[in-house]
């Protein structure tokens, strides 16, 4: 199943996952705060956004936008996307965040009705590019709903439900 995502985080990890999921050939508009990082998306003629918002620009629902940053960065892009996202949106930290920052925001998205699940993503930049693994928090309904693309940013057989955020 292709799906249509924001990608949020160019650096080592994000830049190849993003690359990854073009050649399987899902949509995908890219956002980087760091302005070389997001000029070298553009260089390889990726989509990009020039600000979050145009990241979630999309009007049609339910967006999904990827995070991958490092967790300590993932509050402040999670309230900024909060307040743009609509319920039924859902978004996934792949920072490799500590598990009680997971569960505290997952149950803050939950409350306003937008799907959260999170990422563990293991491989450095070359998993990342090739096939990384993944284990993956959340509501289980959440987690089948966006297996296919999880499943494509995996190496195979490399990725797996672990329960609730």
Not at 25 to 40: K, P, S
Not at 69 to 81: N, R, S, W
Not at 129 to 150: D, H, T, W, Y
Request: hydrophobic share 45%.
């Amino acid at each position: 199943m292709i799906l249509k995502l924001g990608y949020f985080g160019l650096g080592k990890m994000g830049f190849n996952m993003v690359e990854r999921l073009l050649e399987k050939g899902h949509e995908i508009v890219a956002f980087e705060r760091n302005a070389d990082a997001l000029q070298a998306a553009k260089n390889k003629s990726e989509q990009t956004a020039d600000a979050l918002a145009a990241l979630v620009a999309d009007p049609s629902s339910p967006r999904l936008v990827w995070i991958m940053v490092p967790h300590q960065a993932v509050d402040v892009i999670l309230k900024e996307l909060t307040l743009l996202f609509a319920k039924g949106d859902a978004v996934v930290d792949g920072g490799n965040s500590p598990y009680k920052e997971s569960i505290l925001r997952s149950k803050e998205r939950e409350a306003r009705g937008i799907d959260f699940l999170n990422a563990g993503v293991s491989g450095g930049p070359a998993g990342a590019r090739n096939g990384a693994c993944s284990m993956i928090g959340g509501r289980q309904e959440v987690f089948q709903k966006f297996e296919a693309l999880i499943c494509d940013l995996s190496v195979l057989e490399g990725h797996g439900y672990m329960g609730r955020s």
